[in-house]
């Protein structure tokens, strides 16, 4: 199955470069899903959306030859090529005005009609709400946000669930032009999960945001098994098992599958945990953007048997991105202390979502 995806990946590959090179002369229009589907880059000249005298792409296509080369003595076995990519600010926007998952929530516990939270959920959306607002989000809310986020979905079946990420996924990225939340992807990022995936690495995404909907929103984008989704979690039920403890419930033949309340969210040491349980192997690349993936970063290239990298995506573009100078900086910052590769949103990538999404003024 896999293959043919691939295979399928190539051709609309073909067809997409054919599309966006009546467009050379006045750049890429912003990226389609379909479009983000069909990025195929299977050895450095494939790359198109980086600039290729960056000091990040020449250190990952430096580093990606050298240990797929069996003459190297850096060379790491397919089955330990493991690469660890968070999602929001590192392959997804994440400044529309938040985390994708985090809208999500507002919108159903303040804005729809057809269902009622409970007031503790309703008042606390308010907080986070204002807390977005003022770009001021205090440390306990992480834990807090994902407890009343599980709340507000718990009962729903994976299929209302499903419909309900993807209605979302068709909303405005708020701030941008041009751009559906569905269609925030980075291209540059894109290119290189398809390149390490050419390159016979597994590509595990290690999120904070809710497990279910990390694979609702990258299905059909990156050819990304489900079981290769590390995220938050919530527990998942039998319809009428209500508050007893699976160790006492057996699903029944008219039972089905509801979301319920919430267990852990995949952050900082807990994505350390959550890789060393579920992959069981070290990784030997890791991608992200945020003091939260600080502790993945350091877990990827210390005390590993092989040659192994961070890189940190930077969010210093004012112009085709949300992006904050500061934290940008705190960033690079972060990256000179701890050997991590900075990625300069600015200049590192050629575009970010097209060159007709522009920041709104």
Not at 347 to 359: A, E, H, W
Request: with cysteine; glycine share 6%.
């Amino acid at each position: 199955m896999k293959m043919k995806r691939k295979t399928w990946k190539k051709i609309c590959s073909s067809l997409v470069a054919m599309s966006f090179a009546f467009g050379v002369a006045g750049g890429v229009e912003a990226a389609s899903r379909a479009d983000l589907a069909a990025i195929h880059v299977e050895s450095a000249k494939d790359f198109k959306y980086w600039n290729k005298d960056a000091k990040s792409y020449q250190a990952l296509v430096k580093y990606v030859e050298d240990v797929t080369d069996k003459k190297s003595k850096n060379y790491i076995p397919e089955e330990d090529r493991i690469a660890v990519f968070d999602l929001d600010g590192t392959l997804l926007g994440e400044r529309t005005p938040c985390y994708f998952e985090w809208m999500m929530y507002l919108e159903r516990a303040l804005n729809d009609p057809t269902y009622t939270p409970s007031q503790e959920d309703h008042d606390y959306a308010l907080v986070v709400k204002d807390a977005i607002e003022k770009g001021k989000i205090p440390e306990d809310m992480e834990r807090k946000e994902a407890m009343s986020q599980a709340s507000v979905f718990a009962g729903m079946t994976p299929a209302e669930y499903e419909a309900w990420v993807k209605k979302f996924m068709n909303s405005p990225a708020e701030g941008l032009t041009n751009l559906t939340r569905g269609e925030e992807f980075y291209l540059p990022m894109v290119e290189v999960v398809s390149y390490l995936e050419e390159n016979d690495f597994e590509v595990y995404i290690v999120s904070g945001s809710d497990r279910e909907a990390l694979r609702i929103l990258c299905d059909g984008i990156m050819d990304i098994e489900k079981d290769h989704f590390i995220g938050t979690d919530a527990w998942v039920l039998a319809s009428g098992q209500g508050d007893t403890d699976g160790l006492d419930y057996v699903y029944k033949k008219n039972d089905h599958l509801v979301r319920g309340q919430f267990i852990l969210k995949d952050v900082k040491m807990n994505k350390v945990s959550n890789i060393a349980q579920e992959i069981g192997r070290q990784p030997v690349l890791a991608f992200g953007n945020s003091s939260g993936d600080s502790s993945m970063f350091n877990y990827t290239i210390n005390g590993n048997k092989y040659k192994a990298l961070a890189f940190s995506l930077c969010c210093d573009d004012l112009e085709r991105e949300l992006g904050d100078t500061a934290k940008a900086d705190k960033m690079y910052k972060s990256c000179a202390e701890n050997g991590w590769i900075p990625v300069s949103m600015k200049n590192d990538f050629k575009t970010i979502y097209g060159d007709n999404v522009k920041r709104v003024k």
